[in-house]
């Protein structure tokens, strides 16, 4: 089992910036891969990015330029700086372990707002 915790959720205006942080624990292996995704109210899941075992980064066509994602492969830990915030950015924000099995974090409330 791996168990997922999020932080830094909250509120930032249109344009600000945020860091979200998930820490895995538990049955933590290597060759896995960590990211986040969302999910707005009334939508579907939505991928935002990831980063695998050896640091390569992908991302959601939507934050693309704005986000970036990290990982300290020490701690187990993955970081995602959200920057020039926009109000569709609003959604909750779920981490991902991606290993032999999928775990998923309870998720962090990210609200743009003015």
């Known amino acids: 089992q791996v168990q997922l915790v999020e932080s830094g959720g909250g509120l930032v205006q249109p344009g600000g910036s945020l860091q979200l942080s998930c820490a895995a624990s538990?049955?933590?292996?290597?060759?896995?891969?960590m990211g986040w995704y969302r999910q707005a109210s009334g939508k579907e899941r939505e991928f935002v990015a990831h980063v695998t075992n050896n640091g390569r980064t992908t991302y959601g066509d939507s934050v693309r330029g704005r986000f970036t994602i990290s990982r300290d492969y020490v701690k187990n830990t993955v970081t995602l700086q959200m920057n020039s915030a926009k109000v569709e950015d609003t959604a909750v924000y779920y981490c991902?372990?991606?290993?032999?099995?999928?775990?998923w974090g309870q998720g962090t409330q990210v609200t743009v707002s003015s």
């Open positions: 538990g049955s933590v292996f290597s060759g896995n891969t």
């Open positions: 991902n372990y991606r290993g032999n099995q999928n775990y």
